[in-house]
């Protein structure tokens, strides 16, 4: 045996300290991953007060439904990829990825804009060699949110006027039901006003702006609640995958750990064998020189 017992108990030592950082980092990914979720009600009663204001303005228009967009139908693509900002997720920001590339017209690929959020999603797509056209880091808190969400709204909008995108895409993970995540696309631009309800035969409500410019506000501001939403199930979603990487890491350290005690146990029998073995021969050879004097 090459092992010495002095170089397995400092490694039984590391392996420990290793344990102590992994059920760290799991606690704190579960932790965020509940405070992420704890978000989402909120954010979905938001959305539905803003839809049923979007089905009460567009009963106001001529011809009760509107047929325009906030852009047009055709054009240059734009693709959101909300990935991961730190490591250990496992998967994540592969799958992410990989989901953004199929939204684009394959015939396009090469003209879409990809839109990256998250380092370490931005990583990935640098090694893959994809051009990235605008990016920003994922959050690390909840109430860091808003923030991102803001300046995603402002390069989109930047992009949308200026004419150089007509289509917009995002790409997100979202919490799924089973032991795993499941990746979500949703196309926000051009906006879909057939999944609004007109209410009917409700009495007009008082407005203070042209019908087709209260519907493009409250268009706008629907767009920022779905991208909102798409980064609070994107970060609940990224930590529960690492929360699921760092029970495997547990489980695979512990494995670990009882291996190592196990060898220190029999090098440490070993030693003690040989002590004694030593300790014997001394006595027996200082027996035979007794006996020869």
Known sequence: MTDRLSDVEARIGSVQQLSSVVGAMRGIAAARSREARQQLDGIRSYSQVI????????????????????TGSQGRQAVIALCAEQ????????RVLDAALAVADPAAVQEAELLVIGDRGLMIAGERGLKI??????????????????AMVEALYARLDAGSIEQVTIVHAAPGHAEDFQ?????????????FAIAPGTAAPLITLPGEVLVQRLTEEYIYAELFEAVILSFAA????????MIAARTNVSKTLDELVARSRQLRQEEITNEIVELASGAQSATFWRLDV
Request: glycine share 8%; proline share 3%; no cysteine.
């Open 51 to 70: 839809a049923s204001a979007i089905g009460e303005a567009l009963a106001l228009l001529q011809g009760g439904r509107a047929t325009y967009s906030v």
């Open 87 to 94: 490591g250990f997720a496992g998967n994540f920001n592969e």
């Open 133 to 150: 056209a605008w990016s920003m880091p994922m959050i690390a808190h909840v109430d860091q949110a808003a923030d991102l969400t803001n």
């Open 183 to 195: 990746v979500l696309t949703r196309r926000l631009v051009p906006f879909d006003y057939q999944r």
């Open 238 to 245: 990224e930590n529960e995958a690492r929360t699921r990487a």
